[in-house]
């Protein structure tokens, strides 16, 4: 152990980068150094006794004791609250052990050393080699034991090591400061290539429908009727497909579960909180946020209704950094200690998945959630996540909430979108749980077990439908994504032009996630098996099919009226009918997964806005084109929703 008197020594014989020595920037107990920036000076246990409302002796023992590792949970409150920083914390404790505090953003370290550890390594391991002094290179660490479990590989890279204290987030400002760009890239290119889209750029992209298209329009130039039957044959394929998973996830989704006061009344300990011999893991929530200043403080008071301990809670408020109005909204609407904006660096894309991987390295807690910025978590949320994870067997690593819409009666289309998502996520994901199936994630009230998301690499950047490929990639892994009976409201897209803008970056995220985990069938059967493989090409090839080749079956619909139609030229009679019932099938079908769904939101969306389904489906074609385009130009273009319209 490095004494606090030989530390004071060292200071006096090292030669340090200039300005680094100073009092503002190290701590030490030699009163050469001058006054300490610990909290052990008189000055800061008159501000800790005015805030703790104490006398100033009382402060001086609480200081004493509050560097202690049997205080820890007090310690973290009061940093949740606001009393002290998580720097003063380090200061506290560096003072007891008789060691070093250095606060990376106010002394910036010497980012050779950071590029000789790996700047990845950094962030992962959180640990910060700051500048070698004649004692040897000093480590800045967060706690001590981490120094001492790395120190046999720092001293093989670094040579002699000292330690000194820092914070968490000390470090990763400092590191995002230092070598941002690099950070950027880290995080674009943190899945597996094999398993990332980022390989398909647009060039390759347009090879690939080309060699699609050119047999199909070959065919067409040689036999037109031959490509009708095609078009229409795969047409009616795909909607069989579709039409047994859906049929098959309603069933699953049938028996309900108990209604929340209900079980509450049973079990309120269960549903609130883990059995009392387990503590509240540390929970961290990230938000990814880009021009959203209108909505930025709307979202800070509703995360602020979150029931959970503070000490035990984090919120990361990700901004990208041209970003200056949100940031300036952000700084003005009062933000609790708990919560923290990082600043995601410039790099060649600029999507939320890439966000999410810059702030995943900022964070603390064992699980880990992510809500979007119009979202407004029912209050327990979190408790319940806690809860579920704690009696969940180890192989659930994801827990998925239910989305619903706090606008719904503000438009025609948001009832249809509330429908819809009723239709998603209380029948069809609820059933996909049930059945063990895939299940492709919403992309918010989405929580995680954080060495799961470590395993994977988290997010990939590219994907502008990151959710469901990271759905994919964790059954691919061998893990379970359960259903959260929570719901989070959040607003519906209302205008036309704007969902059409929103659901053809979906399709498009679809369509490349299609394409990547199909691009070795076997492996993805190895990976899946045969029930989850069958499942997933029916849900993702079925479901992307019919948004393209929707208009065919439209036409069948005129033969009703006795329009004359090119398949009856084709099929044989028989056929025919079998594929007009298969129509009607779907149309009945589609109808009893609105009724179950009204029926589940309470009546919120009444019956008879199931009759308007069929022109909102027709939206879904046009974005599915949309969609289709630009995957052959601009692939990873993030066409951004814009929220606040609607106070919620």
Not at 42 to 57: E, G, I, N, V
Not at 376 to 385: E, G, H, I, T
């Amino acid at each position: 152990m490095v004494t606090r008197q030989e530390w004071a020594g060292r200071q006096h014989r090292s030669t340090l980068p200039t300005g680094l020595a100073q009092p503002s920037a190290i701590s030490a107990s030699s009163a050469s150094t001058g006054r300490s920036m610990g909290l052990s000076g008189s000055d800061d246990a008159m501000a800790l006794a005015h805030a703790l409302r104490t006398d100033p002796a009382q402060a001086r023992r609480l200081i004493a004791g509050l560097a202690r590792p049997r205080h820890a949970a007090l310690t973290q409150a009061l940093v949740a609250e606001g009393v002290i920083d998580d720097m003063a914390v380090a200061r506290l404790t560096a003072t007891r052990l008789g060691l070093m505090a250095i606060d990376p953003r106010e002394a910036p370290p010497d980012p050779r050393l950071a590029d000789r550890w790996g700047v990845a390594r950094c962030l992962a391991e959180q640990v910060l080699p700051w500048h070698v002094t004649s004692g040897g290179t000093v480590i800045l660490v967060p706690d001590l034991r981490r120094f001492h479990n790395m120190r046999e590989g720092l001293v093989t890279v670094f040579g002699p090591v000292l330690p000194a204290l820092t914070s968490q987030a000390a470090i990763s400002q400092a590191l995002l400061t230092l070598r941002g760009p690099q950070i950027a890239r880290l995080a674009e290119a943190r899945v597996r290539p094999q398993d990332s889209c980022r390989a398909l750029d647009a060039a390759s992209l347009r090879r690939a429908m080309l060699i699609i298209a050119v047999p199909l329009m070959a065919l067409l130039l040689v036999s037109p009727t031959a490509f009708v039957a095609l078009l229409f044959g795969w047409a009616f394929l795909s909607l069989a497909v579709v039409m047994a998973l859906k049929l098959a996830a309603l069933l699953a989704s049938l028996p309900e579960p108990p209604p929340p006061s209900r079980f509450a009344a049973l079990q309120p300990d269960l549903r609130r909180a883990p059995p009392p011999d387990l503590p509240l893991p540390v929970i961290s929530i990230i938000v990814a946020l880009y021009r959203e200043a209108d909505i930025a403080p709307r979202l800070v008071r509703r995360l602020e209704q979150l029931d959970y301990p503070r000490h035990q809670l984090e919120i990361l408020l990700v901004v990208e950094d041209d970003d200056d109005l949100t940031r300036l909204a952000l700084m003005s609407a009062d933000l609790p200690p708990w919560f923290r904006i990082v600043i995601a660096p410039a790099g060649r894309i600029r999507t939320k998945p890439r966000a999410l991987n810059i702030a995943l390295d900022h964070c603390r807690g064992s699980i880990v959630g992510v809500y979007d910025a119009e979202d407004a978590p029912a209050p327990d949320q979190l408790r319940q996540v806690a809860a579920q994870f704690a009696a969940a067997p180890p192989e659930v690593v994801c827990l998925q909430g239910t989305l619903d819409f706090y606008n719904s009666d503000a438009h025609p289309m948001a009832r249809l979108f509330t429908l819809e998502y009723a239709v998603w996520f209380r029948l069809m994901l609820r059933g996909f749980d049930r059945l063990r199936l895939v299940l492709p994630l919403g992309g918010t009230t989405l929580f995680f077990r954080r060495a799961a998301l470590d395993q994977l690499g988290a997010w990939d950047a590219h994907n502008v439908t990151e959710d469901a490929d990271l759905g994919l990639r964790l059954a691919r892994s061998g893990w379970r994504t359960a259903m959260l009976d929570s719901v989070t409201f959040e607003e519906a897209n209302c205008q036309p032009w704007s969902w059409v803008k929103q659901r053809s970056r979906w399709i498009k995220g679809y369509m490349m996630t299609w394409m990547v985990h199909s691009r070795a069938p076997q492996r993805l059967w190895r990976d899946l098996g045969p029930r989850r493989f069958i499942g997933m090409q029916a849900h993702f090839a079925g479901s992307i099919s019919q948004a393209l080749l929707a208009p065919l079956l439209w036409t069948m619909w005129g033969m009703f009226v006795g329009l004359p139609h090119p398949l009856h030229a084709i099929l044989p009679a028989p056929v025919m009918v079998g594929a007009v019932v298969l129509l009607i099938l779907s149309g009945i079908l589609d109808l009893a997964c609105g009724i179950v769904a009204s029926r589940r939101l309470q009546g919120r969306v009444g019956l008879r806005w199931l009759v308007m389904q069929p022109f909102y489906a027709a939206l879904g074609t046009v974005a599915a084109y949309k969609a289709l385009l630009e995957l052959a130009t601009r692939p990873f273009y993030w066409d951004k929703t814009t929220h606040g319209s609607f106070g919620g």
